[in-house]
């Protein structure tokens, strides 16, 4: 004969059981959540494209608490103060030095019809002209802003003529991650519109004038 006392164990047993099946089943259920800075880019018209402009943009320079795959994010609320949160279930498709670099040089040579030969050999007979970017502050608040402070360099290969420039850009962004990476989208346009604009500067002989 099989006591009460038996019978509710093995009651008690089950339901644990099924709790603990239904957490992890829980668990499963928020998949990680990949976002890209690569934002879809216009085509460029060949009048437009530049074939004897060659730039070359080397890996982007940012704090060491930014280079993971992990958002980094301003925690809310009165009482969060200086915090960041580590976001493991919204992660950048690459470490976001990565993410930064692709992005800001696809979207340069876009920009300029030119040709990046970061990743493919130099040309021996064309100037190349070398940019050096770096991310010297980042703050993405969600539900606020997004505020970014770029600086660069660029220096012509064929004569070593360098000018420097620094950007501070402010973008609002609504509530979610979603809204949040679009806002950051936005300021690396704003970089890409800066920078070009000073490779174009350059080119034409003169000295760039920094924005921002």
């Known amino acids: ?53 060659f730039i070359e943009v080397s890996p982007i320079a940012l704090p060491e608490r930014l280079a993971r795959p992990q958002l980094v994010v301003r925690s809310s609320g009165a009482n969060a103060g200086a915090r960041v949160d580590i976001l493991e279930q919204e992660r950048w498709s ?27 050999g130099r040309p021996t007979d064309q100037p190349v002209y070398r940019i050096a970017i770096e991310l010297r502050e980042f703050d993405a608040a969600p539900g606020d802003k997004v505020q970014a402070t770029y600086s660069w360099s660029i220096t012509r290969s064929d004569n070593a003529k360098t000018g420097a420039c620094r950007l501070t850009v402010s973008e609002p962004v ?14 690396v346009a704003d970089a890409v519109n800066a920078i070009a604009a000073n490779v174009n500067t350059f080119k034409s002989g003169a000295t760039p004038a920094c924005q921002g």
Do not use: W
């Open 94 to 120: 690459s470490p976001f030095n990565n993410e930064l670099r692709d992005a800001l040089a696809s979207g340069l040579a876009n920009r300029l019809g030119a040709t990046d030969v970061s990743r493919s």
């Open 174 to 187: 609504a509530a979610g991650i979603d809204a949040l990476v679009l806002g950051v989208q936005r300021t």
């Open 1 to 53: 004969m099989i006591s009460t006392k038996t019978t509710a164990s093995r009651v008690h047993g089950a339901l644990f059981t099924l709790a603990t099946a239904l957490a992890l089943a829980g668990c499963a259920s928020s998949p990680t959540r990949f976002y890209t800075l690569s934002a879809p880019q216009a085509a460029v018209p060949a009048q437009a494209q530049n074939a004897r402009l």
